[in-house]
């Protein structure tokens, strides 16, 4: 049985997928950890350790004491702060990184860790940007996803880890908020279309991003996990998507469901500039070829179970 270890368990990806883990593998085999602790079910549920992962000696304790055989690492800052505070990105980023493939050599464990689109820049092609691609992001996230996607590529080569990971589109769920990225609207809009009826967007209304509801992101960290290694191709990471909108298609979405609702645009030009140097949609057939990525949301299906969930939450 697996002895898996996530950090930055509190987080948007880690507060679903400890419980999704534990669902699949049993409670005491999945260790969640995060800088801070508070009282919800991924703290309650199994066994949670307080972890810096910039602090080497604590990660690599944790991993030992707990016998971990997969590291899962989340920790990290999002686009729009790390653009914000590039040097605290940096040493989070990259310090923690390094950190968790450290502690994976040493206790040769199974690896994780999510990229993101943010790798794109400019020079990229914008429409179905390919797995293998010109990576000259104009962000200091998307500086940080990759070196991470080069070390891991490292790790593999060097020390035989089994890395593994995804370049993640926009995420959007409706158990646990964003922080800090540019994709986050897609998820702040549903909130406030069912509490105000209205969301001014910090995106200009023709922006097109990739997203992914969070069902299907969870889902492909399992599937790409329980993988056959001979399948990957690529060790750095895979592009993967489940849809491309823009902020003004995504509304006119939600208005089905609820007639009222109104958007307009105030243009954040740090979010601004981020979208605009990452692709419109990127291309996720190498995922599907080499180990089946397959999705179950597109805008319409995460649209109506965005809206049917969240009221009943907030309602
Ligand atoms: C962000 O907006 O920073 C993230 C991402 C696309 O990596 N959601």
Redesign the pocket.
Known sequence: MKRIMITGALGQIGSELTLFMRKLYGEDHVLASDIRKNDSDVVRSGPFELLDVTDRKRFSEAARTFQADTIIHLAAL???VAERNPLLAWHLNMGGLLNALETARETQSKFFTPS???VFGPSAPKIMTPQVTSLRPVTM?GVNKVAGELLSEYYFHKYGVDTRGLR????ISHATL?GG????YAVEIFYDAILKGHYTSYLRKETYIDMMYMPDALQAIIDLMEADPSTLKHRNAYNVTSMSFSPEELASEIKKHIPIFTIDYKMDPIRQGIADSWPDCIDASAAMNDWGFTVQYDLTKMTKDMIEKLSNKLT
């Open positions: 999002l686009s729009a993101s689109i943010g996230y993640f589109p926009g995420l964003p990225g540019t994709t986050d």
